[in-house]
């Protein structure tokens, strides 16, 4: 039998919330308020790496897109919308009939699979940007998980890695605050013996030939009521990095 990232469990309960994917105020509405700090974050470092031109309505034009874990397809749909030929992956096929129809009612051509990186590194394929976003936390083999991520990524290309960091701040904050007291998501969303490190993710990224670019932390500015970008790497970040050409 081959090595697999699948965890059941966490299937299990994405599935079960696979209806509200789409729904701003429901279960995934911190994933909506924190979507556009994400994407805009991702579109820049796009824009930057592949000289891109910011005057055009679809400035990604020809770039190829893998989001791993891409859920409903919140990140898909805005990424095709602005030019590149998206992949969307996720191993709970609920999920990919959700995107699916989604993405069919807003008249987007985009490329679902129930599948997994692994496979996808087994049958081949690259990528010029490779999509890991909030998704390392609920597989298991994460040594095998960040280097089927890493071989899907291109000579030249880039990887954007999102999750959440290993601290006592993190435990009250996105654990204890997020689920239990402010019933931002479900309990049990996240268990924070997963989380990982800066360096541990740095670890995992060049041991697979990858270069990390930089860190940027990711924080909710509650009177604002929304997330920014910030140098504060202690809860939320994002690492990039690429594959030299």
Excluded at 13 to 41: C, D, I, Q
Aim: proline share 4%; hydrophobic share 40%.
């Amino acid at each position: 039998m081959s090595e697999t990232t699948i965890n059941d469990a966490e299937i299990a309960k994405f599935t079960a919330m696979a209806e509200e994917w789409w729904n701003p105020k429901g279960k995934f509405k911190p994933l909506h308020k924190f979507n556009p700090v994400r994407l805009s974050y991702i579109r820049d470092n796009l824009i930057s790496h592949f000289a891109r031109d910011t005057t055009v309505m679809r400035p990604l034009e020809g770039l190829k897109i893998v989001d791993i874990g891409c859920g409903g397809g919140l990140l898909c749909e805005p990424l095709t919308r602005l030019g590149a030929t998206v992949t969307g992956v996720d191993a709970a096929e609920r999920n990919i009939t959700i995107a699916k129809i989604h993405a069919e009612k807003s008249g987007l051509d985009i490329d679902y699979r129930v599948t997994t990186s692994e496979a996808l590194v087994a049958a081949g394929e690259k990528f010029d940007v490779v999509l890991n976003m909030e998704v390392v936390e609920h597989v298991d083999n994460v040594p095998l998980y960040m280097k089927s991520c890493a071989d899907l990524v291109a000579p030249g290309g880039l990887m954007f890695t999102a999750t959440l960091n290993r601290t006592a701040r993190a435990y009250a904050l996105a654990v204890v605050g997020a689920e239990y007291v402010l019933r931002w998501l479900p309990k049990g969303t996240h268990d924070w013996r997963k989380f990982l490190t800066p360096d541990e993710i740095h670890s995992l990224i060049t041991r697979n030939g990858l270069k990390v670019i930089e860190d940027k932390g990711v924080v909710f500015h509650p009177i604002a009521d929304e997330w920014k970008l910030s140098d504060d790497t202690g809860i939320n970040y994002m690492v990039l990095a690429n594959r030299p050409a």
